[in-house]
């Protein structure tokens, strides 16, 4: 069984179609490619403008503090939130997320893991409600639940300056999800998903474009999820090879979503718009 979705993942991670990359509900209009250095690990829109972040939007002075990986993006109101994980050994149990301000200050508030969160294996990526108040986080492990931490500043039970974050409710998936790189709300009541999930024996296709519906908006109590395969991320390069989810970012202002897509051959990552 293994043996069969390694051989199909792979046929699959071949440059597809126009038609095989088709995400139910959203219609493709434009694709552009940037650099991998500042674009391979997400992307979000602030107040409408896109940006990107990986490997080289990481400031220095974190790098030397050891947080050395950073996740998918969000912004909410002029404040940006982002996602980092302890990289420099293994003497940290805990993650990080930086807040900016729309005056360009940033502030660290730190999560310890708790018991029964998957291991530090990645902080895969941020998001946050469209209310301001609560930040969801996600892991590249095979996981059935999602993470809700209080939005720092916004929430006014975390206030700016930095400090601990912690962990008031989980997302109860009723499917399970793995290698989960980008998320972000499009309402109070649900969340689209990129996965770089190599393997198809979770859903239709590897690395599955999905859509999460909350029973409830949240507010800081556990809540479900119902998970729906929308399709596969675009994969339209000229390469073979291992192409790999990185960004989801949905802006409310123009009703645009977009994704970005690392290229196996290149130093490109391509980013994809959609409209419903």
């Known amino acids: 069984m293994r043996t069969a979705a390694l051989a199909v993942a792979f046929l699959l991670l071949t440059p597809a179609t126009a038609d095989a990359a088709t995400i139910r509900g959203w219609h493709q209009t434009e694709r552009i490619t940037v650099p991998s250095s500042t674009a391979n690990e997400g992307l979000g829109t602030n107040k409408s403008v896109v940006y990107y972040r990986g490997g080289g939007t990481i400031p220095q002075a974190l790098k030397d503090e050891g947080w050395g990986h950073i996740g998918d993006t969000d912004a909410v109101r002029g404040y940006i939130f982002d996602a980092y994980q302890w990289t ?60 809700v931490f209080p939005a720092p ?5 975390v206030p700016a300056g930095g400090g601990t974050l912690p962990l008031k409710a989980k997302i109860k998936l ?3 999800v793995r290698s989960v790189q980008g998320c972000d709300f499009v309402n109070a009541f649900r969340i ?66 977009r994704m970005s897509v690392n290229q196996p051959c290149n130093a490109e990552t391509a980013v994809y718009t959609f409209e419903r």
């Open 192 to 257: 689209l998903c990129g996965t770089s999930d190599a393997f198809n024996d979770l859903y239709p296709t590897s690395m599955s474009f999905l859509q999460l519906d909350l029973n409830r908006p949240l507010r800081g109590q556990d809540v479900r999820a119902h998970v729906r395969w929308l399709g596969q991320v675009p994969i339209d390069g000229t390469c073979t090879g291992n192409y790999v989810t990185e960004g989801v970012d949905y802006d409310p202002a123009t009703g645009l979503m």
């Open 153 to 157: 500043i916004l929430n006014k039970t």
């Open 174 to 176: 009723d499917s399970p």
């Open 88 to 147: 420099k050994d293994t003497s940290r149990t805990a993650k990080m997320f930086l807040v900016t301000t729309p005056d360009g200050q940033s502030f660290k508030y730190e999560h310890e893991l708790t018991p029964g969160e998957p291991a530090l294996n990645s902080n895969s990526f941020v998001t946050v409600t469209p209310d301001g108040q609560w930040l969801v986080a996600g892991t590249l492990e095979k996981v059935q639940e999602l993470f």
